[in-house]
C-alpha cells in the first residue's frame, strides 16, 4: 500500500538553528500538509499546499516556517530559527483530492526536539 | 469557532467485547465531514470511518461503525469483537466543506486486554 514517508524520524538541534524535515508524499496525491502535535496535546493543522503554493494555513504557521516542493517529489518543512516550543511530532499528509470527504494519509511523523 | 472534544482519555475493553468511544463537536454548519483516526504505536495515523454530515446513515467499515447524531453533535465510534491491534490512540477529527484543516479532538488511548 502507498505510504507517506518523512525524515528523519528524529531530529535534535540547538534553539535557533534551522531545521528542515522532509516528506515524499503519495506519487499521484496533488494536496501536502503539514500538522503537529506537541506531546501530550491535539493534533492541530500547520498549513495545505497545492499547485506549488500554500492554500490554507494556521496560526501558528508564522514567518519562522515555510514549506516548499523543491523536485516534484519532496514536500518540504522549514523552521527557520526553532525555539523551545516548536518541538513537537510533525506529520505530513497528502491527499488526492480536496473535495468530499477526501481521506489524508499520513506519515509516521518527524520528532523535532529543541534544547 | 470549531472545536472537537473527546471526554475519555483513556479507555480499555476485554478482547472479543465492544467498546464505543466519545466524540462531540462544535459547529455552526450544517454540512461537513467527520472522521476517526486510529494512530497505533509506530504513530502513522490511520484513517478507521469516516461520515459526510448531509447523510443520516451512519458510516460502518466491518468491525467499526458510527453512531452520528447531528442534533446531538455527537460522533461516536462503536469498535465490535474488539481484537488486540485496536489498541492505539483513537482521534476524532471533524472538517468544514470548503476547507483543508481537519480539527483534531485530544485522543482516546484504547486499551485491549486478552
Known amino acids: 500500500e502507498p505510504e507517506v514517508t518523512q525524515t528523519p524520524s528524529h531530529q535534535v538541534t540547538q534553539m535557533g538553528q534551522e531545521v528542515i524535515l522532509r516528506c515524499v508524499p503519495i506519487s499521484n496525491h496533488l494536496y501536502f500538509y503539514w500538522y503537529r502535535q506537541i506531546l501530550g496535546q491535539k493534533v492541530e493543522f500547520l498549513v495545505s499546499f497545492y499547485n506549488n503554493e500554500i492554500s490554507e494555513k494556521s496560526e501558528i504557521f508564522d514567518d519562522q516556517f515555510s514549506v516548499e516542493r523543491p523536485d516534484g517529489s519532496n514536500f518540504t518543512l522549514k523552521i527557520r530559527s526553532t525555539k523551545l516550543e516548536d518541538s513537537a511530532m510533525y506529520f505530513c499528509?497528502?491527499?488526492?483530492?480536496?473535495?468530499?470527504?477526501?481521506?489524508?494519509?499520513f506519515g509516521a511523523g518527524s520528532r523535532l526536539t529543541v534544547l | 469557532a470549531q472545536t472537537v472534544t473527546q471526554s475519555q482519555p483513556e479507555m480499555s475493553v476485554q478482547e472479543a467485547e465492544t467498546v464505543t468511544l466519545s466524540c462531540t463537536y462544535d459547529t455552526s454548519e450544517s454540512d461537513y465531514y467527520l472522521f476517526w483516526y486510529k494512530q497505533p504505536p509506530s504513530r502513522q495515523m490511520i484513517l478507521v470511518i469516516r461520515?459526510?454530515?448531509?447523510?443520516?446513515q451512519n458510516a460502518t467499515e466491518n468491525r467499526f461503525s458510527v453512531n452520528f447524531q447531528k442534533a446531538a453533535k455527537s460522533f461516536s465510534l462503536k469498535i465490535s469483537d474488539s481484537q488486540l491491534g485496536d489498541a492505539a490512540m483513537y482521534f476524532c477529527?471533524?472538517?468544514?466543506?470548503?476547507?483543508?484543516?481537519?480539527?483534531f479532538g485530544t485522543g482516546t488511548r484504547l486499551q485491549v486486554f486478552p
Open positions: 477529527a471533524y472538517r468544514e466543506i470548503n476547507t483543508d484543516k481537519l480539527i
Open positions: 461520515q459526510e454530515a448531509y447523510k443520516q
Open positions: 499528509a497528502s491527499s488526492a483530492s480536496r473535495s468530499g470527504a477526501n481521506v489524508l494519509t
